[in-house]
């Protein structure tokens, strides 16, 4: 982390003494990861309690869609450790990974359903993927989790005939129709009308009283942090400003930070040399 950032660990968004003495499902140390030349995340550290909401937030370019990928296991870092469940992602094998995919689950922005499939069979996917169970199984437990998405009876429908909301819907259900142990979600009220995502947001905090999950959510929505957040992980330009409660991130003196949560932009002061640099940048 750099010097000028500020970290600061608070407290669950109620005062839940049990949460906050809870094991961590998911640690990151020292965490830095590039594209090509170019440092993304600078040494970034966090961890997620077992049963807790995190939500990571911040603006445009701030990192937060690269830290999501590198917990997925889908961007390798250059360097630090990132464990889930215990099992540390650059030690393990293969197969190891697999296993432990299985344990977690992804709902990501647009859906990501498959056009072909109708709602019961895009539900059922990762059971058909992972699991030797027979068809009749699959299909009651694709239908529980529908019902607990609110999205019974439709299970013949395809993607194209369901609203934005409902394709949420049917992602979280996909999503954790295994009963996994974590579960990330990628913008999940993204695009949606206010009600609808408010929707969301309940649906998320009852998912994770029913089935005691721990979930990370990736969001620029304040509103929908606010509602959701135990703790809220603020990212910029790749470093960690604070890691707190939500009424410590409101809170907060961190002149960044206010700017977000108010969506005042900042102007950038680039010095001649920086500025030259970047220009030449895309000609090395």
Known sequence: MSATAVVHEGPARTPDLELVAMPSVIEVIDLVTHYGSREILHKISLNVRQGEIMVIMGGSGSGKSTLLNTLLGLVRPTSGIVRILGEDLNAISDVERTRLRQKTGVAFQGGALFSSLN??????????????????????????????????????????????????????????????????????????????????????????????????????????????????????????????????????????????????TEAEILDPDEYLKRLTAAND
């Not at 009963?179 to 609808?196: H, K, N």
Request: net charge negative.
């Open 119 to 264: 709602v019961l069979e895009n539900i059922m996917l990762p059971l058909r993927e992972h699991t030797k169970l027979d068809v009749q199984t699959m299909r009651i437990m694709a239908r529980l989790k529908m019902q607990v998405v609110n999205l019974a009876g439709f299970e013949n429908l395809m993607p194209s005939e369901l609203s934005g909301g409902m394709i949420k819907r049917a992602a979280l259900a996909r999503a954790v129709v295994m009963d996994p142990r974590i579960l990330f979600c990628d913008e999940p009220s993204a695009g949606l009308d206010p009600v609808v995502s408010s929707a969301i947001d309940d649906l998320i905090l009852t998912m994770r009283e029913a089935m005691g999950m721990s979930i990370v959510v990736v969001t620029h929505e304040l509103e929908s942090a606010f509602k959701i957040a135990d703790r809220i992980c603020v990212l910029d330009k790749g470093n960690i400003l604070m890691v707190g409660s939500v009424e410590e991130v409101r809170g907060s003196s961190n002149e960044r930070i206010q700017n977000l949560l108010n969506r005042r």
